[in-house]
């Protein structure tokens, strides 16, 4: 699983003045919680950057006062103006204490359905999951070798070993549509059959 290193340092000062103070050094306030104890720290906008502008799963080691912490992105939040990042939440991964993560879904195998023309259509990118920070993986592989013309993946129908998916289990994750060229072949067909 990917990791990334984020150093950052101890907060001292709180407020709206501490606050704009750091975000003018680029710097960005961040909090981790979920463990013995909750941490306020800050670091740079640039540190955070290969940890939140992915749609790869990963964990942060945060490097803060003598400590490392292994956690995960929980939340952010961005200026309303100019889209820069103003805040982090995330949760420190405790041994035997399940987590709530989103993982990324990737899809392997091609489908039967777009080997007939049809055309594949992911409605969803990502679950939502919980389990221990042991079984945390990087993304959770949807095989959909066997997936037909017109037919659908559902929620219920992946299987990720030691976790729970949170998803309503009827939601449609991937679907075989049929592509316009396919549905006037279909239509010229049925025009031959009723001439004969």
Do not use: W
């Not at 709180?14 to 909090?31: D, I, N």
């Not at 995960?72 to 961005?78: A, G, T």
């Not at 405790?94 to 392997?108: E, N, Q, R, Y």
């Not at 679950?127 to 949807?142: D, F, H, Q, R, S």
């Amino acid at each position: 699983m990917k990791s990334i290193t984020i150093e950052g340092q101890l907060r001292t000062d709180f407020g709206k003045k501490a606050t704009r103070q750091l975000r003018s050094q680029e710097a960005v306030p961040g909090v981790i919680y979920g463990g013995a104890e909750e941490v306020n720290f800050s670091a740079s906008a640039k540190a955070f950057k290969p940890l939140v502008y992915t749609a790869e799963f990963q964990i942060a080691e945060v490097q803060v006062g003598g400590k490392t912490y292994k956690c995960i992105l929980k939340d952010l939040q961005f200026d309303k103006v100019d889209d820069s990042l103003i805040h982090v939440d995330l949760l420190e991964l405790v041994g035997d204490k399940s987590v709530v993560a989103t993982l990324p879904l990737k899809f392997t195998g091609a489908a039967a359905g777009v080997k007939a023309g049809g055309k594949l259509i992911t409605k969803m990118k990502s679950l939502k999951v919980k389990t221990l920070p042991k079984y945390l993986k990087e993304n959770i592989e949807v095989d959909i070798t066997n997936l037909e013309l017109n037919g659908n993946i559902r929620v219920e129908d992946v299987k990720a070993d030691n976790m729970e998916i949170m998803n309503s289990p009827r939601i449609p994750i991937a679907s075989i549509v049929m592509t316009r060229q396919l549905k006037q072949e279909e239509a010229a067909a049925s025009k031959d059959d009723k001439k004969k």
